[in-house]
Every structure is written in structure tokens, then in C-alpha cells.
């Protein structure tokens, strides 16, 4: 097959993740402008290939053998932050904690929680990411929508918002979001920014090869208030180590690769953790993670 000027094959994958792990994509291109990405698009539909989209790679599985399609990660343009009066319109590879801080400096506020998600914009709408009680669907005005036929506009009303979920579709990809922010002091929101920050390096394991929150906290009744990490805790996971993959003593619902760990590890990690708060507490985690790639994941569902 002919690629497009640019795109590379064979390209590792691991090395764009946080945690680590995971093969190479069959194709892979860094695309800087909306026009590009429309032209990728319609290559990889009309090459009938699977195409994914590598943000910061906080929250991201790979699989093993890696992806077979193309896989895209936007910068240039398609990672910037300009600033419209009380607005912050933003690329989807602009990464969600910069943003916040850009606000901040502003003398905007509303997207002070974005400092705790180590995600780009894009990741952050296709998950309806919200942390410390941040709504993103609250600030968020509008996104521009790439897909293979062209760029269209979208609001979040019709953006299907759930927990940690879109109804963005495989070949839709965030290219632009414009956030519509308050006015206030930027010392305020700067003290803001810092409480966030000094949180989540409290709570949260860091400096090491590991992704966000690995279950969503459930709503189950049984989980009588529980989030993920509590319950994982009350199970005996944390610290708990399979091949080179490991809960962090830290925080048990996050997973730290110890420096070899594989995919197949993480899954099988994952799936212990699931099984012992199933039969615990009655609760299914359900996970956070985003896999790329033919993850074998059944064991997580056993």
C-alpha cells in the first residue's frame, strides 16, 4: 500500500503512552492542521483501515502485537490555545493541564479542574473528563468534529454526554473545542490551580511509567459510597504485582509498569483486581482505560 507523504510505518507505539507497553502501528503520522486531517481521514476510509488517535497517552492500553490501521497525533495548530475575549479555543492535541494554567494566567475561571487531567482537550471530550468537581460540558461552548467527509460543528448537547463517556464515533476525531470561561482575579485562580495540583501529587503516584484512574468509580449501591481505588484497597491490591505490573502502593486503582511489563500483564492485573471486588462488594468495575489495538481483555470480563 502507498501511504500519504509523511505517514510512517512500523512506527512504536509504547514510547507515545505513559505506562509503557504496546507494539507498533502498521501506519502513523503527526498531523498539524484541520485540512491534513481530513485528507488522513479519507485516505484511511478509503483504504478501509482502523484509525486511532494517540493524545498524551495518560489513559491509553496498546496491544501487544499493535494496531493494525493508522494511527494519528495532532499538533502544530491542531495542539494550540488562542485565547477570544472570554473565550479559550483550543486544538484537540492541546493537552487539558496547559490550558487550565493559560486561563489561569488569563484571569479566567471554570477550567481549573483540567490541571488534574493529564489528557489533551480532545482526550478530555471524547471521555467527558471531569475531575474535583469539574464539568467540562459546563464551560465547553462548541468542538469542530473531523471525520474522512469534512470538519462539522457540534455542541455538547448533542455530544451525548455520560460518565466518562461521547458518542463520538471511530474516525471522528476532536479537532478544535471552545471553551467559554468567566472573568475573575488570576491570583485567585492560581491558588486554585495550585490546591488542584497539590492533591493530586498527594493522592496520586507520579514520576513513574503508569496511566490515569484504571476504573471508573462505580454508582452501584454496593459500593455504599466506595470509589474505585477505596474498594480495590479494601481487597488487598494495592501493591499487588502480576508479571511487571503492578497497583501503586500509592493509589490502587492506578497501575505502575515496574519496567518490563507488557499489555497482557496490565489486563491480567486488572482483571484480578476486578475479580477480587466482584466477589468483595458485589460491584463491577468497569474500566477507564482506553484499549488501541486487538487488546486480549476477555480475561476482564471472566
Not at 496490565?266 to 488501541?292: N, T
Request: aromatic share 6%.
Amino acid at each position: 500500500m502507498t501511504a500519504p507523504e509523511g505517514v510512517e510505518s512500523g512506527y512504536p507505539l509504547a514510547r507515545l503512552t505513559t505506562v509503557r507497553t504496546g507494539g507498533p502501528a502498521d501506519w502513523f503520522a503527526r498531523v498539524g492542521d484541520p485540512a491534513r486531517l481530513t485528507e488522513l481521514l479519507a485516505w484511511a476510509k478509503k483504504a478501509k483501515l482502523a484509525v486511532g488517535v494517540v493524545g498524551s497517552g495518560s489513559n491509553l492500553l496498546v496491544a501487544d502485537d499493535g494496531f493494525r490501521g493508522v494511527v494519528l497525533k495532532l499538533d502544530g495548530d491542531l495542539a494550540s490555545m488562542e485565547p477570544d475575549g472570554q473565550r479559550l479555543v483550543c486544538g484537540g492535541g492541546a493537552r487539558l493541564p496547559q490550558a487550565a494554567a493559560l486561563a489561569a494566567r488569563l484571569g479566567l475561571t471554570g477550567l481549573e479542574f483540567g490541571v488534574s487531567i493529564p489528557g489533551t482537550v480532545g482526550g478530555a471530550v471524547k471521555m467527558n473528563a471531569n475531575a474535583y468537581g469539574g464539568d467540562l460540558a459546563r464551560v465547553l461552548e462548541w468542538v469542530e468534529i473531523a471525520r474522512a467527509e469534512g470538519i462539522d460543528r457540534r455542541t455538547p448537547d448533542v455530544l451525548g454526554f455520560e460518565y466518562r463517556r461521547s458518542n463520538l464515533e471511530p474516525g471522528e476525531v476532536v479537532a478544535r473545542a471552545s471553551f467559554v470561561l468567566q472573568p475573575a482575579e488570576p491570583d485567585d485562580v492560581k491558588r486554585t490551580l495550585a490546591q488542584l495540583r497539590a492533591q493530586r501529587r498527594e493522592a496520586q503516584p507520579s514520576g513513574i511509567k503508569t496511566f490515569g484512574s484504571t476504573f471508573k468509580n462505580p454508582d452501584d449501591p454496593r459500593a455504599d459510597g466506595m470509589t474505585a481505588g477505596q474498594l480495590l484497597d479494601a481487597t488487598g491490591c494495592r501493591g499487588l504485582q502480576v508479571g511487571g505490573a503492578r497497583f501503586s502502593e500509592k493509589h490502587a486503582n492506578f497501575v505502575e509498569n515496574t519496567g518490563d511489563a507488557t499489555t497482557a500483564d496490565v489486563i491480567a492485573l486488572m482483571a484480578e483486581g476486578r475479580r477480587r471486588v466482584r466477589e468483595h462488594a458485589g460491584v463491577e468495575l468497569e474500566p477507564e482505560v482506553q484499549l488501541l489495538g486487538d487488546v486480549r481483555a476477555e480475561a476482564l470480563y471472566a
